[in-house]
């Protein structure tokens, strides 16, 4: 008979965490639980769908000049007000808004800065496809001075923290602290996340990849050659067959990737040259490197790990190569051989 495991919850987690191996403290663990309530929130909200109007667009554009779904919207409204006034954050950064959000005045100021992608996989929304969120968390590096764009900008070796949730058949929030990743699922009758898997490994060796292959026209030589190579299968120089697989939502992805291994790629491409790929730094490529990272994965730009790229913009974009070591290694090699000087 199957028998759910429940018995670590969150909380006791990221007590355990606190008081036994002191990797975290009261004030980061309230903002963790924090986070995990306002994805419980926006969970319910996605469950609802069509029933509550949260389906469609917003109407509006957001600074990367991409529309918004109204459940952009939403999401970034309740991760803003759980975390506006628990005293644990200095400001917030979200890829809906412009610049950083400074908690008001009226209540105290933390010591940390949270980063998040509200709502990821938007194209994904209305037709009821796995979304999710994505956060990461730095200490604010100047203790009392007013939040300001400069303090946000650490490579993502600095977080203290990372996770995302993903809104799928089930709700998961997959968290590390600098202990390994950790998966929790939540019980959606009882509001409670409990461990599921602890110490998530991505394999070294995979035969799945993961990429938007109708760019392929602008992509780089090094991709080009390493995807071919995939494509000819076991009669190429490869020798064996690779399968594909492309949600669309980086959580769904990327998840797949810490749970059974294969590689993520949305790498630079020529379709314009002030975006050096689609995704965002830090708030999708950031936590991401770090979580794959812990589970024992790489994240690189193709030139060097993600986490050691120095932020000039809150907003700016990054290419991504993250999952099994040995197909990241060999795509960062076949980067080296090109002869390409970019970072
Ligand atoms: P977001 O919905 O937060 O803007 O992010 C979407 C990202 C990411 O989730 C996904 O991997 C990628 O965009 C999908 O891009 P394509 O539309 O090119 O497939
Ligand atoms: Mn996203
Ligand atoms: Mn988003």
Same mark, same amino acid.
């Given at each position: ?48 769908? !069509?029933?509550? /109007? ?6 509006? *554009?957001?600074?990367? @000049?991409? %529309?918004?779904?109204? $459940? =952009? ?91 995302? !949730?993903?809104? /799928? ?6 968290? *590390?602290?600098?202990? @390994?990743? %950790?998966?929790?699922? $939540? =019980? ?156």
């Amino acid at each position: 008979m199957f028998t759910p495991s429940r018995s670590v919850s969150l909380t006791q987690y990221l007590i355990e965490t606190q008081r036994g191996r002191q990797l975290i403290s009261a004030e980061l663990r309230l903002l963790l639980e924090v986070v995990a309530r306002a994805c419980k929130r926006i969970s319910y909200a996605v469950g609802k769908g !069509a029933l509550t /109007g949260i389906l469609g667009e917003a109407g509006n *554009t957001n600074v990367q @000049g991409e %529309a918004q779904k109204k $459940l =952009d919207v939403i999401a970034n409204e309740v991760l803003l007000e759980a975390n506006a006034w628990g005293g644990h954050l200095a400001a917030m950064a979200s890829e809906e808004m412009d610049g950083p959000y400074p908690i008001p005045d009226r209540y105290p100021r933390g010591e940390f800065l949270l980063l998040f992608d509200p709502l990821d996989g938007s194209s994904n929304i209305d037709v009821n496809v796995s979304i999710g969120t994505i956060f990461s968390v730095l200490r604010m590096p100047e203790a009392g001075a007013v939040p300001r764009i400069e303090h946000f900008l650490q490579p993502g070796r600095a977080q203290l923290a990372a996770g995302y !949730a993903v809104y /799928g058949p089930s709700t998961l929030l997959v968290l *590390t602290v600098g202990a @390994g990743a %950790a998966c929790f699922t $939540l =019980d959606r009758e009882t509001g409670s996340w409990w461990l599921t898997q602890d110490r998530m490994t991505v394999p070294r060796s995979t035969r799945e990849f993961a990429i938007n292959a109708s760019n392929a026209r602008h992509w780089e030589p090094p991709v080009r050659r390493y995807i071919d190579e995939l494509l000819a299968g076991a009669s190429g120089p490869r020798g064996a067959d690779f399968n594909m697989r492309w949600v669309a939502s980086m959580v769904a992805d990327v998840h797949r990737v810490l749970t059974r291994g294969g590689i993520f790629m949305y790498p630079r491409d020529a379709r314009d040259a002030l975006r050096p790929g689609r995704l965002r730094l830090m708030y999708e490529a950031n936590p991401m490197g770090l979580l794959v990272e812990q589970a024992g994965g790489a994240a690189s730009t193709g030139m060097g790990s993600i986490l050691e790229v120095q932020p000039a913009s809150l907003h700016q974009r990054v290419p991504v190569i993250l999952g099994s070591t040995e197909e990241v290694e060999r795509l960062e090699a076949y980067h080296r051989e090109s002869g390409q000087q970019l970072t």
